[in-house]
């Protein structure tokens, strides 16, 4: 059956039993009482430790590594280089340019260099002292204005553009003309500074080489299928040799999206070694390995005419994208495309450029790409809107890009809650009461965004269903699901529990979820860009529907009535015409299974053809987007410069919610992560490319006495695709936090902060410019 | 590259345990990696997350950042202990906390969470009512990076109510009005 079919919106029985209700986790007692197994939980008879050598020069060319005190060392079992692994790898197939260790040179401090397999971590550790490398130095690339025009020595040789990682330049529409006829410009400069995911679980990956040639690895990742592809292409095995399977998952926000070292030297060890073989990332390690969020100096310029119209949005960006690749391409583009909703603007320009430089690579880090732009953009609409002397909420309903339309950019947009989005967050606020007139010092601020319900770029080009699923029917009234899809704490799995309960109308006990395991799991592209729910939702829907047929069409021919009569719910089965009609649903199993032998269904998604006609056009097209919009209320003491965000009210259109207490539990997460990125949070390196702070105390995330009263207002437009209508809800509402924090600062004390963070030395500085400007007295804490 | 090995004598979830291991290894080594509990969990490895607290007599400690050896003879209480205490006093199934977490969907990945319901079950062992700012206080050595809290401090609120008859407050989603574009 085709997999683009859409399932409606509606309930299959009518009414909803499951969907929409604050249920449990599939997994949730299994995690509260320290059953759940992750990958560190796992130990192997047998098995060894690996620990991983790293570079202490941010650039620098291999001499030589001489291992053989290492190797001496009793307890050790091997070391491995670069040597070793040298076939280069990237989850985007058009840019490998990793080694997991490195070959011939270094690109940052903490690229790895060469692995240890010993008895214990202890021992590896003291191996990994004794293991001689002679390097020699290169000049590092710490900035990337000068990655754009310097190219000798090159981060990666060979490639004929230098330094430059990846240019986009497009253009729709007679961009420079609009500008030119525009009644207001606004053209200003913003930077985003660069943080990190920080789950708390460490990556973990352990190795088992089965005396039959099957390689069993078991990693913390968020994305099973690129991890088993990879492996297969490094250690150049046949890919139905390798096995790979996501434990139970400590959290994740993008940062377990690339293959990563670890997955490959394990994998080696262990086949090396005829033991199974673990690797744990420390804390620090995983700061160095980061992938997190681009660095980006933005330069926006935005055209409107007198009543706040939007004519025209040029923007130039410069992406600081560390040292590797990674999603680099993807992250390129995202800074574009994804700018194009929630507002109409008839003619858009975006001139993105991603350049090496010698630091901790970048990736996808949550709202992958679209944070940073989302961050300039909804500050510079704000400065629009006090050029025009409009209110924020205002101009941003004004430019609504409306519903079942299509973007200047070719992105087909179909449902669209967020002018209720708007009105929400308005009325929670009591914006109208407020913004503008509470006392100097607090502040309002709104922003809005859009982000993907995932793309129909799937990252290696094929015509296979994105998602898949099957269904196991047992005679015991069990349903097992398997799905190649990864739950990171999200609660994907939970997603397919609920949609097959209520497709077969089951109890939530009679439904068991087997996930991210390529053994056992059809391929499912893996967890990101908030494809999930809406992908693996439609997949399983499918499957069911499939299931649903053979179990209705097996009791109306038992009952002898129509199949239109029969009804499954809450574990039983119904004739709606006749009460002495109802029979256990296990017994509807086995009337099945009697017509049409062993049962079991498979289903899939693809997503249908979208994007524009241009290259590059399918990069950002989703087949429905979600959207967001925030009011951050804030504190700013003017002595101190310190701002502390006192609540955010999110409200998220996200299609429907399957389970409204999951959805919400997403956007106050993502409003928390948003809020420390503008407030707490930095990645950075020093003059050496040495992390400025590469601990959990240093990089300073948000305990519970930081973290802002976070309100959740849940919008349901019911998409026409998505299952039962639902879309994203995992990244968009981390989008308008940021921006809407600096609105509620310019509102609070009238400085418009454009460089993140907003630490208290730059809050003083503005605030001092602040002053001079009107002419005031320069010392801080002085008049208003 | 073996420290040198003691017996240490622990008392694990009411059980006494017998268990060699090098000296110089954490209460968290040993809980993970010699009794298999590995409900415990490693965020940092220095003191930084909280994941890995337990109890010791009753008491939330960093079991990253405590020597095996310093605890023997002591209560040492791992998120493995609290179902079975709690059926063991007569109860059904999780201990309300546990499955408070598990109800308010608390539980996203998960990793930090055996520490949190560890310091959950602290407080609400010491003081059975405390205030809102009580419940932020004790659970501020415990880094979560997936729920942004509130859901957790709703499962406190509703371990509370249950244990004390007190009403929870609404949840901002639970609003009456419909959720449609207005
Ligand atoms: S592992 Fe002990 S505090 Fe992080
Ligand atoms: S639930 Fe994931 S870190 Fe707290």
């Known amino acids: 059956m085709a997999a683009r079919d859409r399932h409606g919106k509606d309930a299959p029985w009518g009414e909803f039993a499951v969907v929409g209700k604050p249920l449990r986790k599939v997994d949730g007692l299994a995690k509260a009482t320290g059953a759940a197994i992750y990958a560190d939980d796992i130990a192997l008879p047998g098995m060894l430790h690996a620990k991983t050598l790293r570079s202490p020069h941010a650039h620098a060319r291999i001499v030589s590594i001489d291992a053989s005190d290492a190797l001496a060392l009793p307890g050790v079992h091997a070391v491995i280089t670069g040597k070793d692994l040298p076939v280069k790898y990237g989850v985007i197939p058009w840019t490998p340019d990793e080694n997991a260790l490195a070959v011939d040179k270094v690109r940052f401090i903490g690229d790895p260099v060469a692995a240890v397999a010993a008895v214990d971590e202890d021992t590896a550790n003291a191996a990994l002292k004794r293991i001689r490398v002679e390097y020699e130095l290169l000049h590092a690339y710490l900035d990337p204005r000068e990655s754009l025009t310097r190219h000798d020595p090159a981060i990666h040789e060979g490639r004929k553009e230098g330094n430059v990682s990846k240019n986009v330049l497009l253009e729709f529409g007679a961009i420079d003309q609009a500008l030119a006829t525009s009644d207001v410009i606004v053209e200003d400069e913003y930077t985003f500074h660069g943080t990190t995911h920080a789950a708390i679980e460490p990556h973990c990956a352990v190795a088992q080489y089965s005396a039959d040639g099957v390689l069993t690895v078991w990693s913390a990742t968020q994305i099973t299928h690129y991890v088993h592809r990879a492996l297969a292409r490094v250690l150049e095995l046949a890919p139905h040799r390798i096995r790979v399977v996501q434990p139970c998952l400590g959290g994740a926000f993008g940062g377990k999206s690339d293959p990563f070292s670890l997955e490959f030297c394990v994998a080696t060890l262990a086949m090396r070694t005829g033991r199974p073989v673990k690797m744990l990332y420390t804390r620090e390690e995983v700061f160095y390995c980061h992938r997190g969020r681009h660095p980006m100096q933005m330069r926006y310029r935005t055209g409107a005419s007198k009543d706040g119209m939007l004519r025209g949005v040029d923007a130039k960006i410069l992406i600081d994208g560390g040292s590797y690749s990674s999603f680099g391409l993807v992250t390129t583009y995202y800074a574009g495309q994804l700018l194009t909703g929630p507002y109409a603007f008839p003619t858009y320009r975006f001139d993105s450029t991603r350049v090496f430089t010698n630091k901790p690579p970048c990736g996808p880090k949550r709202g992958h790409g679209s944070v940073q732009p989302r961050f300039a953009f909804e500050v510079q609409l704000d400065q629009l809107a ?75 080009p094929n015509k296979m269903p994105q998602a898949g699923i099957q269904l196991k029917v047992d005679r015991s009234g069990l349903v097992l699901a398997f799905t190649g899809g990864n739950d990171i704490g999200q609660g994907s799995n939970s997603v397919v529990q609920y949609i097959v309960a209520e497709e077969l109308g089951l109890a939530l006990d009679q439904v068991r979820v087997v996930a991210a395991d390529t053994d056992l799991c059809p391929v499912d592209l893996g967890a990101y860009s908030s494809r999930v729910t809406f992908m693996v939702g439609n997949a399983t829907i499918d499957a069911c529907r499939k299931l649903r047929a053979q179990l209705v069409e097996a009791l109306a021919a038992h009952w002898q009535v129509d199949a239109k009569r029969v009804r499954l719910i809450h574990g039983e089965a119904l004739d709606l ?27 899939s998604y693809n997503t249908p053809e979208l994007g524009g006609p241009y290259r590059g056009g399918t990069i950002g097209a989703s087949p429905a987007y979600s959207f967001t919009a925030h009011v951050a209320e804030v504190t700013v003491d003017i002595e101190t410069g310190r701002v502390r965000c006192e609540k955010v009210w999110i409200a998220h259109d996200c299609g429907r919610a399957l389970n409204p207490m999951l959805v919400a539990g997403q956007m106050e997460g993502s409003a928390y992560m948003g809020v420390a990125e503008a407030l707490m949070e930095e990645h950075t390196v020093n003059r050496y490319g040495l992390h400025r702070g590469p601990s959990l105390l240093d990089y300073r995330i948000p305990t519970s006495v930081d973290t802002p009263e976070l309100a959740a207002l849940i919008v349901e437009s019911l998409d026409p695709e998505g299952p039962y209508g639902a879309k994203e809800a995992g990244e968009g509402p981390l989008h308008p936090s940021i921006p809407a924090i600096s609105n509620a600062i310019f509102d609070a004390v009238g400085i418009r902060l454009k460089h993140l963070p907003f630490t208290p030395g730059k809050v003083l500085a503005a605030l001092a410019e602040r002053r001079a400007r009107a002419g005031e007295p320069t010392v801080a804490g002085g008049a208003r | 590259m073996r420290g040198r090995m003691g017996v240490l004598h622990l008392r694990i979830n009411g059980d006494d345990v017998e268990v060699a291991a090098p000296s110089h290894w954490t209460l968290l080594e040993v809980l993970r990696y010699r009794l298999g509990l590995t409900g415990s969990k490693q965020g940092c490895d220095k003191g930084d997350c909280g994941a890995c607290t337990v109890l010791l007599d009753g008491k939330p400690v960093l079991s990253c950042l405590t020597l095996a050896c310093t605890v023997e003879g002591r209560a040492v209480t791992t998120i493995e202990g609290l179902l079975p205490a709690h059926v063991a006093g007569g109860g059904q199934g999780a201990d309300p906390v546990q499955d408070a977490f598990d109800r308010c969907g608390a539980l996203q990945c998960g990793f930090c969470q055996s520490g949190m319901m560890l310091s959950a079950r602290a407080l609400l062992d010491r003081n059975p009512n405390p205030s809102d700012e009580e419940v932020r206080a004790a659970l501020a050595g415990n ?40």
């Open chain 1, 386 to 460: 006090e050029k025009l002397a409009l209110d924020p909420i205002e101009i941003r309903r004004r430019n609504f890009v409306g519903e079942h339309t299509t973007t200047v950019n070719g992105q087909r947009i179909t449902s669209n809650g967020f002018l209720a989005c708007l009105d929400q967050v308005e009325r929670a606020s009591d914006w109208s009461t407020r913004h503008g007139k509470l006392p100097f010092g607090r502040g309002l601020g709104v922003a809005g965004s859009m982000y993907i319900s995932g793309t129909n770029y799937p990252v290696y």
């Open chain 2, 143 to 182: 880094l979560c990076r997936c729920t942004g809290y509130t859901q957790i401090y709703q499962a406190v609120e509703l371990a509370i109510a249950e244990a004390t008859g007190k009403r929870p407050k609404p949840r901002s989603w639970e609003s009456t009005e419909p959720r449609g574009s207005s």
């Open chain 1, 577 to 603: 015409e006749d009460a002495t009609h109802h029979l256990p649903i296990v017994e509807a199993f086995h009337l099945a299974e009697e017509r049409f032998d062993t049962l079991g269904a498979t289903g």
